[in-house]
């Protein structure tokens, strides 16, 4: 008897995206195919433009294709109604932006329970239980009552990421988490994301940055819509 197929974490098949861009069409994506599978450490490159961002959106549920399709963990992100996308993104979702994205007049701790706290998840007490814990396992349990601006700019990258991890995701996007870092704490983060991927984290790490991508298992180039699988870390 045959055995059965197993689904990967993550399925694209077929990804169409077209956007204009001053009266000319760009294909962001162009069939594009890939799977993921859980636990992986994924590295997508490519020049600004390329379609790198697009392709991590439509993963994390906030772009939709034009065709083609996406499945993560068995979820069908392409034909998903808009409150079914949401519980994805709060439950199943971290993301780590480049600009941190960290509210000014609130303190660490109250920036990472935010996605607890939109979502309605818990008590106060739970949240801010469960978001101590997040910034504790970033090394900032001490930092909790501190603003951003009272912060470095690693801290407040680790703070991103602690918030990216609040909700137990199964899956960590990373949208140039480095960019705005000099090198020294550039690759703290690195290693901070490397430590939660050998956990189990799923890792998708959006970068121009060749030093990073190549320290993921796997590196997808991505130009003019369309993707090159290169030899990643071992």
């Not at 007490?125 to 349990?141: C, F, H, Q, S």
């Not at 799923?202 to 997808?220: E, F, G, M, V």
Request: with cysteine; proline share 3%.
């Amino acid at each position: 008897m045959a055995k059965e197929a197993v689904m990967a974490f993550i399925q694209c098949s077929g990804l169409m995206k077209t956007y204009t861009v001053g009266g000319e069409e760009v294909k962001a994506l162009d069939n594009v195919s890939l799977n993921i599978e859980k636990g992986d450490f994924i590295a997508i490159c490519g020049p600004s433009g390329s379609g790198k961002s697009t392709l991590a959106n439509v993963v994390g549920g906030l772009d939709r294709p034009d065709e083609g399709s996406v499945i993560v963990d068995g979820i069908d992100l392409a034909n998903a109604k808009d409150k079914a996308l949401s519980e994805y993104r709060n439950k199943q979702i971290g993301y780590v932006f480049q600009s941190f994205n960290l509210q000014a007049h609130e303190t660490a701790l109250e920036n990472v329970i935010s996605p607890l706290t939109v979502a309605g998840v818990g008590k106060k007490g739970e949240r801010r239980e469960r978001g101590m814990k997040a910034l504790e396992r970033m090394g900032l349990g001490d930092r909790a009552k501190h603003k951003p601006t009272q912060l470095s700019g690693g801290q407040r990258q680790r703070v991103a990421i602690a918030r990216a991890l609040v909700n137990d995701p199964q899956l960590i996007i990373a949208d140039e988490p480095t960019g705005n870092l000099d090198s020294s704490r550039g690759a703290d983060v690195v290693s901070e994301l490397k430590r939660l991927n050998a956990e189990g984290i799923t890792l998708i790490i959006i970068t121009h940055d060749a030093n990073l991508a190549s320290q993921a298992k796997r590196i997808i180039e991505i130009k003019d819509g369309k993707i090159f699988e290169k030899a990643g870390a071992q």
